[in-house]
């Protein structure tokens, strides 16, 4: 079996832990990258991300840096702070330093985390000076809030998660203690890190089939119009189309004039897309600018699931507009189109959209568009001119839409908007599928 690659991300104690838990385990093998300060995380990240699956933090602040501003695309995960891992803490304090909780500020746990500590203890006491933060939060503003407190003589010590928050503190004089990640943490981390990594392969291995039209024979005119001349703009197009096959680990077939199926899997689609949210390079496709390309893609657990939908994808693509690449998985959505930055996913012919559709004139892939819209902006109200952005379709078309919807008893007037003191106000409909 491939071992699960790991990038451990930390403090260098917080890392030999984490190395001394992994090492337990032999499906995992590991790099260590260590760093000092927050502005140093996106740079490291970026120039170790293709050599691990997933990247293992030692807390919450070089997570959040990374989740924000790396641009990696591997899964990310981080070892909280666990109630276990601030008990030895603890005990170092009240023993050996004799210094009451109550005069303790905190950093990083949950509220609920550090009550439950005292609880269990048996202590009554409710920790009253705590820095918890949701996503990241420069070291800088850790230590100014541990130091400040110090300062004013409303604690008499900091115990933080942050190695380097230690550090600062201790330089400044607070006495600081660091709270290390627990063993338990870190192999509760660890399952959770398998079980995704089986996910994605089970993701990455199923059958996927790209649906391709080239627009290269829209160019031929009566006098060009030969066999000769289709039979070379076949040659070359499947010159191109194989060295993009081969790529993707696929195999390319013919399926006549023009349109050529790639069967491969899951797995280099997902990586040549950026998980299904852009259109690969043309220089990827072997492609020059004349060569427009319609593309659709299926996902299925048989090969001919995958075809099929693959089929339906190519068909949403062309219904969208020439050039467009649409997605259909195995649960019968789709999502698209890839590049856009309003993709939208929605599902294939449900029974009420059906309903909906005979009740208008509008089609239930138009229905089912206009319910992940509004799925995706959250909330029942939008005016034609946002209908018509999110849709990619000419405000009269998105208008027409609104108007059928309204004429049907679907739609309601509820208020307008006015955006230009000359313009005509918009209309803000409220839609009732």
């Not at 919450?60 to 989740?67: E, N, T």
């Not at 005990?91 to 009451?100: D, G, M, R, S, V």
């Not at 797995?267 to 950026?274: N, R, S």
């Amino acid at each position: 079996m491939k071992k699960i690659r790991i990038g451990l991300f930390g403090a260098e104690d917080s890392l030999e832990i984490m190395e001394s838990v992994i090492s337990q385990y032999p499906e995992f093998s590991c790099i260590s990258i260590t760093y000092w300060h927050d502005e140093e995380i996106p740079e490291k990240l970026t120039a170790n991300m293709w050599d691990v699956d997933m990247w293992l933090f030692s807390g919450q602040i070089p997570y959040g840096y990374a989740k924000k501003w790396s641009g990696s695309s591997q899964p990310m995960f981080y070892v909280p702070s666990s109630g276990s891992s601030l008990y030895k803490t603890l005990l170092h304090i009240a023993y050996q330093q004799n210094i009451a909780f109550n005069q303790l500020s905190f950093d990083t746990f949950e509220p609920s985390v550090l009550e439950r500590v005292f609880l269990e203890s048996e202590i009554d006491f409710q920790p009253v000076y705590l820095k918890h933060y949701e996503e990241e939060i420069p070291t800088d503003e850790v230590v100014k809030y541990h130091y400040d407190l110090w300062k004013e003589g409303k604690t008499l010590a900091a115990v933080t998660c942050l190695k380097n928050a230690q550090h600062e503190l201790i330089k400044l004089g607070v006495p600081a203690f660091r709270v290390l990640p627990a063993q338990s943490a870190i192999v509760s981390t660890l399952a959770l890190i398998r079980q995704t990594y089986e996910t994605m392969h089970f993701k990455d291995s199923q059958i996927a089939v790209q649906m391709i039209e080239f627009d290269s024979f829209s160019s031929l005119t009566k006098d060009t119009f030969s066999t000769d001349e289709i039979h070379k703009i076949e040659i070359k197009m499947t010159e191109k189309l194989l060295v993009y096959t081969k790529k993707i680990n696929g195999s390319l077939k013919s399926a006549g004039p023009g349109r050529y199926i790639i069967f491969t899997t899951r797995g280099p689609l997902d990586e040549i897309t950026k998980d299904f949210t852009v259109i690969p390079d043309p220089t990827v496709l072997q492609l020059t600018g004349d060569d427009a390309v319609t593309c659709g893609i299926g996902i299925g657990q048989t090969a001919y699931e995958a075809e099929i939908n693959a089929g339906i994808a190519l068909l949403h693509a062309n219904d969208h507009d020439k050039g467009s690449w649409m997605v259909v998985f195995d649960g019968k959505t789709i999502t698209g189109p890839l590049g856009q930055p309003e993709q939208i996913i929605y599902g294939i012919a449900p029974e009420k959209l059906q309903l909906l559709s005979q009740q208008t004139s509008l089609s239930v892939v138009t229905l089912s568009k206009l319910e992940s819209i509004l799925r995706k902006i959250g909330k029942s109200e939008i005016s034609a001119h946002d209908l018509a952005q999110y849709m990619n379709i000419l405000p009269r078309s998105a208008r027409r839409i609104l108007t059928e919807l309204e004429a049907k008893g679907l739609a309601q007037i509820v208020a307008e908007e006015t955006l230009h003191p000359r313009g005509r106000p918009r209309k803000i409909y409220k839609i009732m599928l």
